[in-house]
């Protein structure tokens, strides 16, 4: 999804950082083998993520909505050389095609999958961390929040994608589509709750930064 006029987003990305060689491949793949390569995170939302990852510094991330693995490598570029990436998919299809790349990667032995249900995975997770990426189902987007929220690091970054689903937050709710009444309820715990400060940005199809207090 592209909010700024076609001429102004080229520039944008023309003055950005270019994606590694590593990333170019995974996509390529990504569009010959995979259902929905759309889903992929793209080269400038890619560097963004890497760049917030690199302001941080984590020890360590968890990831929810692998997909074929391309957020997970740009948000690993910014690890501390001890830390370690969790990642979790329900599609178990794509495990072998998410490994292929972590380890042709520098990041292979940091990054730990895991396959199911976030919901039934994460308070398995017997650790905190200081970076969380949320784009998985949108449905769930606040059951999430609140099962990571007291596993988050004071400090620590939630990066929450596709909170302007299309555009669709700005216009007129079918009651059937279930996805965009989520999004919007979970960008409006994300404003109103006193553990986080929050910035939604503009960026690709929304992304929102939130910080624990």
């Excluded at 957020?71 to 495990?95: K, P």
């Excluded at 997770?125 to 606040?142: C, E, G, H, M, V």
């Amino acid at each position: 999804m592209y909010f700024l006029p076609e001429d102004l987003d080229n520039y944008v990305v023309a003055h950005s950082e270019q994606e590694p060689q590593l990333l170019e491949q995974l996509t390529r793949e990504t569009y010959q083998k995979v259902l929905q390569p759309i889903m992929l995170s793209g080269p400038y939302q890619g560097r963004v993520l890497s760049m917030i990852s690199k302001l941080i510094r984590p020890k360590s991330i968890l990831e929810l909505g692998t997909f074929t693995g391309y957020a997970t490598l740009c948000l690993a570029e910014g690890l501390q050389d001890e830390g370690e990436l969790h990642t979790i998919d329900i599609n178990e299809e794509l495990t072998d095609f998410q490994r292929k790349y972590f380890d042709k990667s520098n990041f292979g032995n940091q990054i730990i999958q895991h396959t199911g249900s976030a919901l039934d995975i994460i308070p398995k997770l017997d650790r905190t961390f200081d970076l969380i990426f949320i784009d998985a189902d949108k449905p769930n987007y606040s059951n999430y929040f609140h099962l990571i929220i007291d596993k988050l690091n004071k400090g620590g970054v939630i990066l929450s994608d596709n909170v302007l689903w299309h555009g669709k937050v700005v216009e007129p709710l079918d009651d059937k589509d279930k996805s965009t009444k989520a999004v919007l309820d979970y960008n409006t715990l994300l404003k109103n709750d006193k553990r986080i400060e929050t910035v939604l940005l503009p960026i690709r199809d929304g992304l929102t930064i939130s910080r624990k207090i």
